[in-house]
């Protein structure tokens, strides 16, 4: 069993940055893989970022790549978003996710995840 809780979320201005944490309990965390979704307004929930077990493999969403940047930290059991030059089409929940299996086979399909975070908004004023 995993349980997820995300924070970091609020309110920040276009062009500025944010890091989004998400903690982790569990003896096995190490083991699966991690990612993040958002879900905006009246949308689909939509793959992020994903990483693998040891932290070498990560996979962005063209939406998100070269401005966001997925790590683990698996001494504490957090995983993090670096969120930088948000534009106001990043504002949405942002949920992070666990995957049994370690790698990234699957990673940016939502059903693939075993366990979920409860979500924390953020929010890009223009």
């Known amino acids: 069993q995993v349980q997820l809780v995300e924070s970091g979320g609020r309110l920040v201005q276009a062009g500025g940055s944010l890091r989004l944490s998400c903690a982790a309990s569990?003896?096995?965390?190490?083991?699966?893989?991690m990612g993040w979704f958002r879900q905006a307004a009246g949308k689909e929930r939509e793959f992020v970022t994903a990483i693998n077990w040891s932290g070498g493999t990560t996979t962005y969403a063209d939406s998100v790549k070269g401005r966001f940047t997925i790590s683990r930290d698996s001494g504490s059991n957090t995983v993090h978003l670096q969120m930088n030059s948000l534009k106001p089409e990043d504002t949405a929940i942002y949920y992070c996710a666990a995957k049994r299996g370690a790698t990234l086979s699957g990673s940016s399909n939502l059903t693939s995840y075993n366990y979920w975070g409860q979500g924390t908004q953020v929010t890009v004023s223009s």
């Open positions: 569990g003896r096995t965390f190490s083991t699966y893989a």
